[in-house]
């Protein structure tokens, strides 16, 4: 289902009191999946920032508290973006 995740990390730049915007992208191996189908099909992008993504950022010295932005967006298998909060 999820072939990979990549994510790029925007820091403000405050040392004091940072802040975070993330850019999440979901890239699929499997072109069945849709945006309309994929929550049937268990593909919840946002269980996986919480479940997944939250404690490896944490790892890396981010909080929760820090991170004024979470941008996800799921491309199928052949790169088309079949999801994307910027919609």
């Given at each position: 289902m999820v ?5 790029e ?12 915007e993330?850019d999440l ?11 309309e189908n994929?929550?049937?099909r268990?593909?919840d ?17 981010i ?16 790169g088309?973006?079949?999801y994307?909060?910027?919609?």
């Amino acid at each position: 289902m999820v072939d990979k995740i990549t994510t790029e990390v925007e820091w403000d730049g405050d040392v004091e009191i940072p802040f975070y915007e993330i850019d999440l992208n979901i890239y699929l191996n499997d072109n069945r999946i849709t945006r309309e189908n994929m929550y049937d099909r268990r593909l919840d992008p946002h269980y996986l920032v919480d479940k997944y993504m939250m404690r490896e950022l944490k790892l890396v010295g981010i909080n929760k508290g820090e991170i004024t932005q979470v941008y996800i967006t799921v491309y199928n298998s052949d790169g088309k973006k079949i999801y994307g909060d910027y919609d």
